[in-house]
């Protein structure tokens, strides 16, 4: 768990109410965690969830492991410490947008169980929804699809610590969503998404 | 400036244009990054600002240099590394929440013209709007308010680095927003903001 370095610092409260907000956006905001082995279909599913919640007029934004590894965490590399810290980051980032009412999609592959308890904590420490989201695809599939040829290079031994190969990815024990990506089809999976959403009141205000 | 250390990594582009989530919001999003010294009022002005604009039905989130060092950057201090570290990965977080359609409020001293005209060329790369506020208000009035007793500290010796009195601030000389916080009532300050976003045409879609 990061340390808390800064001292002389102090809250301050904003002038707007969580329900203020959610009232000018028609909607609560809701962090839904993908995680999944690499190629498991987290972004898919993600693109997909966001472009259907927008076509409603719903707002959504998505934090994609990828992209934030081009920015905000462009400085981390692939250490147990460096994901570690990515995960840390890009959970404090997604508990900030759906503090601001947005119904924020994450895809990371987020293998290991204390990391994604530490970014549910932090939601759960300010009342914000967290909904834990399997994409739950077989090795065996991930690999024969294998679009970034990553497996391939994982196996050759041109990557180390690749998840599932050379380092663990622990299965999430009590995710609010399991989907099997490996034989749901990506409407499927939005549908069951959409529902877990209508379920906790997430889509209205 | 951060070294890109992660490779293998890919962009994923979603399937949601800019005017789409800007034609949902009602907005579009910008970046106000108000700077100056400490207890120069930039969190009053920013808390001001984001009622008002809630109030009109809109929608903007607020990024404070207190509170973000409670979270994402709770494992950064007061280094010359650590603050240009602070200001990057805030300067991250505000183009996500811009990119996203909101309209952001960053309350940092952000002593330094490198780390802040390093954020204003990241927004300027992925064409969003980058609003520099300077909230200028005398080091002696900031010193007199010393709302923390931190400018005692700091004169005291207790506290090192401190921005004015032993570490520079260096003014802004291009900002899209002078304030001058010393003078000008919270009022005047937030109607000087609103028009700088209603000239950029940010209050519709």
């Not at 609560?28 to 082995?37: D, I, S």
């Not at 920015?71 to 503090?99: H, Q, Y």
Request: hydrophobic residues 40%; contains cysteine.
């Amino acid at each position: 768990m990061a340390e808390q370095k800064a001292t002389n610092i102090t809250w301050h409260d904003g002038d707007v109410t969580c329900a203020e907000r959610h009232s000018n956006l028609g909607q609560k905001g809701a962090t839904l965690w993908m995680t999944g082995l690499s190629a498991s279909g987290k972004s898919t599913v993600a693109v997909a969830l966001e472009k259907v919640l927008l076509d409603r007029g719903k707002h959504a934004y998505r934090l994609d492991g990828d992209n934030v590894r081009h920015g905000l965490n462009k400085n981390l590399g692939f250490s147990a410490e460096d994901r570690a810290e990515n995960i840390r980051r890009i959970g404090e980032v997604a508990k900030l947008f759906t503090e601001a009412g947005m119904i924020t999609i994450t895809s990371f592959i987020s293998p290991y169980r204390t990391d994604r308890d530490l970014v549910r904590a932090l939601h759960d420490d300010a009342d914000l929804p967290f909904i834990e989201v399997y994409v739950d695809c077989s090795l065996k599939v991930a690999e024969e699809r294998d679009p970034k040829g990553l497996y391939k290079k994982a196996r050759a031994g041109e990557i180390k610590g690749f998840t599932g190969i050379d380092d663990p990815y622990e299965a999430p024990t009590s995710a609010e969503v399991h989907l099997h990506s490996d034989t749901m089809s990506v409407a499927e999976q939005v549908a069951a998404l959409l529902d877990a959403l209508e379920q906790r009141s997430i889509l209205s205000a």
